[in-house]
T-cell receptor, first 118, second 115 residues
Framework: GAGVSQSPSNKVTEKGKDVELRCDPISGHTALYWYRQSLGQGLEFLIY????????KSGLPSDRFSAERTGGSVSTLTIQRTQQEDSAVYLC????????????????FGPGTRLTVL | AQSVTQLGSHVSVSEGALVLLRCNYSSSVPPYLFWYVQYPNQGLQLLLKYTTGATLVKGINGFEAEFKKSETSFHLTKPSAHMSDAAEYFCAVSDSGTSYGKLTFGQGTILTVHP
């Protein structure tokens, strides 16, 4: 079946511009995660959605970063007033959360969006 | 807080040789442990995971890992390397005290396989 998809695959923007990154999770997966992969910081958790709510936003690096999820499906990560340090690969993952499984669910990752801020 | 340390950012082996990628973790609660593989320009793919029960976990592509609580380790092994194993490997931990799988990753180990 279809996996997690992300768009665009590459995004080049100028410093100060806003960008939107999209994630389409696997159908039926209620949990959705955003991670950031950068040379300096490695792989970092950004935000977790369960359905349309985000009970854990602790990894968002600043208030320029926001995310939403609609219809329990598609999620958008928005970065306002982009800075050069925002350059990274942004990865989305989804999982099927079963009752009682806690954090054991396998996360399925998309191919990522490579963001370059000039 | 949880953390993961992967010893060796680069590991090089010959085809047919043993693969050993090292991972040590720190966690205040019993951990859930994962190994992911990332091929160039692709997302991460789960190789195997340890949650509870048997401490020797077998995964895809002939990989396995053993959870050793006394050593706080979860090293990844494969008896015989194949050229197709060349990739970057990430060890990760999630908190068993939460209801979701927020992953904390190690820095990654790039595996090179020589013919």
């Amino acid at each position: 079946g279809a996996g997690v998809s992300q768009s665009p695959s590459n995004k080049v923007t100028e410093k100060g511009k806003d960008v939107e990154l999209r994630c389409d999770p696997i159908s039926g997966h209620t949990a959705l995660y955003w991670y950031r992969q950068s040379l300096g910081q490695g792989l970092e958790f950004l935000i977790y959605f369960q359905g349309n709510s985000a009970p854990d936003k602790s990894g968002l690096p600043s208030d320029r970063f926001s995310a939403e999820r609609t219809g329990g499906s598609v999620s958008t990560l928005t970065i306002q007033r982009t800075q050069q340090e925002d350059s990274a690969v942004y990865l989305c993952a989804s999982s099927l959360v079963l009752v009682g499984t806690g954090g054991t669910d396998t996360q399925y990752f998309g191919p990522g969006t490579r963001l370059t801020v000039l | 807080a949880q953390s993961v340390t992967q010893l060796g950012s680069h590991v090089s082996v010959s085809e047919g040789a043993l693969v050993l990628l090292r991972c040590n973790y720190s966690s205040s609660v019993p951990p859930y442990l994962f190994w992911y593989v990332q091929y160039p320009n692709q997302g991460l793919q789960l190789l195997l995971k340890y949650t509870t029960g048997a401490t020797l976990v077998k995964g895809i592509n002939g990989f396995e890992a053993e959870f050793k609580k006394s050593e706080t380790s979860f090293h990844l092994t494969k008896p015989s390397a194949h050229m197709s194993d060349a990739a970057e490997y990430f060890c990760a931990v999630s908190d068993s005290g939460t209801s979701y799988g927020k992953l904390t990753f190690g820095q990654g180990t790039i595996l090179t396989v020589h013919p």
